[in-house]
Each structure stands twice: as structure tokens, then as C-alpha cells.
């Protein structure tokens, strides 16, 4: 892995960089920053045979470990979690110095407006005590799901008919859970855009062109937002970018 823009020193680079060293390229700015991590194909898509570990990469993989050490708390759509079969977030001993102050692995919040989950899944039956999984749902949810959640989970209500995000946001914020990373899916990513939440969007571009049917990284409500190219990383043809909200 090497950094090739911006190029320290000329042209030579930073390269094969460290936990620390890439703690430092993806610092969060401030206590309160929402960050989209998302992978996609050469020509848009995220998703391969359904899911995005197949556009993957080795250092794909070794930044999205970096970014959940960094993060209070990482944020995904229902569908994102059922498809993907995510699970709470595992301490790793490299994130000790990270993550001082804080606990051991940031949890996991949940976005549904359904409440269609499975509460007695890894998700829920295995999160600490410390990082219970968190479900951010709207007051118009079915209350029998809305308190049978509560029972394995924090719960956020923010909205009446559908989830606020802005709302959830700042309710996250208010439990000390400011610096976000969202991890999807495209529905969440494009509301959230729309929102106007977007501080950051860390997008690996994977060498690789699939075609179909497979949604761009933003796929619902039109938005714009103006970014700036902070850094690129560069590994085994995949690129690693990092852009800036401007203003």
C-alpha cells in the first residue's frame, strides 16, 4: 500500500503504512463527524452476487479496520445488516491506544422503520454490555416490536412517521456516539445525503467492472454534495480515497 496523493517528499510516497500512520491519515476532525465508508466496482456498482466483500481488497479490508477503531459508532441500514449477517464489532488489541477512554469496540446502531430483525441473533445476543447494539426506529413502528427490541437493545426514537436521521444523529451525538461511520447500504447512504449528515466518504474504488443491476454507492432521493479529494491510497490496483465535505 503507498500514498500517492497528496505526495510527501516527491515522489516517492508513504508507503506499506502502519495502524498509526493510517490513524493519522483518517483522523476524525472533530467529535462530531459523520463518515460513509463504502467499496465499489471499476464502473459504480456495490455489490457483487449480493454482497461487497467480493469487490474486496487486502487493504480494503486493513482501512475498514482502522475506520470502526476510530469510529464511537458504526451505522448501517437493516437490510445491510441482514444481508451482510453483521455481528457486534470485536475488540482487537491493536485499537487499545485508539479507542482510550472509550469501549473496547464501538456498537452497532441499527436504522429500521419495520423493526424487522432477528433480536435473538449474534447481533444482539453478543454484544457487551458495555456496546449494546443500538436500534434507531420512528414512533409510527409497531409497538410490540418497538418493546420487544428494548429488551435486547438501546432504542432510539427519532421521527413519527420514518426514521429522522438527523435526529438520530444528534441523539447519538447527545450519548457521546459523535463521530459516526456509516457502512450502508445505499438507501441509508442516499437519505443521509439528502439529510444533508455527509462529513466524509471514504471510497475504495476496486479494479474490477461487474455490470447488472448492482446500486451505486448512493441509490434513492437526489442530493448534492461538494466534496474535496483529501488523500488516495493506493494497493494492488484498488484506490482508497478520502473526501472532504467542502464548506
Request: hydrophobic fraction near 45%; proline fraction near 5%; include cysteine.
Amino acid at each position: 500500500m503507498r500514498l500517492i496523493h497528496p505526495v510527501p517528499g516527491g515522489d516517492t510516497g508513504l508507503r506499506d503504512p502502519g495502524l498509526s500512520e493510517l490513524a493519522e491519515l483518517y483522523a476524525y476532525p472533530g467529535d462530531r463527524w459523520l463518515r460513509l465508508n463504502m467499496v465499489a466496482s471499476a464502473d459504480g456498482g456495490t455489490w457483487l452476487d449480493g454482497l461487497s466483500g467480493g469487490l474486496s481488497g487486502r487493504g480494503d479490508r486493513k482501512v475498514f479496520g482502522v475506520l470502526r477503531g476510530l469510529a464511537d459508532v458504526v451505522l448501517a441500514g437493516a437490510a445491510t445488516v441482514r444481508a451482510e449477517g453483521y455481528g457486534p464489532v470485536k475488540p482487537r488489541r491493536s485499537w487499545e491506544a485508539l479507542r482510550a477512554g472509550r469501549t473496547a469496540a464501538p456498537p452497532i446502531a441499527v436504522v429500521t422503520a419495520s423493526l424487522e430483525l432477528d433480536l435473538s441473533g449474534p447481533l444482539f445476543a453478543e454484544a457487551g454490555p458495555d456496546a449494546r447494539t443500538i436500534v434507531v426506529t420512528c414512533e409510527a413502528a409497531p409497538r410490540g416490536r418497538r418493546e420487544e427490541a428494548a429488551r435486547h437493545a438501546e432504542v432510539i426514537v427519532a421521527g413519527r412517521e420514518r426514521v429522522d436521521l438527523a435526529l438520530a444523529v444528534g441523539e447519538l451525538g447527545e450519548r457521546g456516539l459523535g463521530r459516526v461511520l456509516c457502512e450502508g447500504g445505499a438507501r441509508l447512504n442516499a437519505q443521509i445525503a439528502a439529510a444533508g449528515l455527509v462529513d466524509e466518504l471514504c471510497l475504495t474504488v476496486s479494479p474490477l467492472m461487474i455490470g447488472g443491476d448492482a446500486a451505486r454507492i448512493l441509490h434513492g432521493p437526489a442530493s448534492s454534495t461538494r466534496l474535496r479529494l483529501a488523500h488516495v491510497l493506493e494497493d494492488e490496483g484498488f484506490l482508497l480515497t478520502r473526501y472532504v465535505r467542502e464548506g
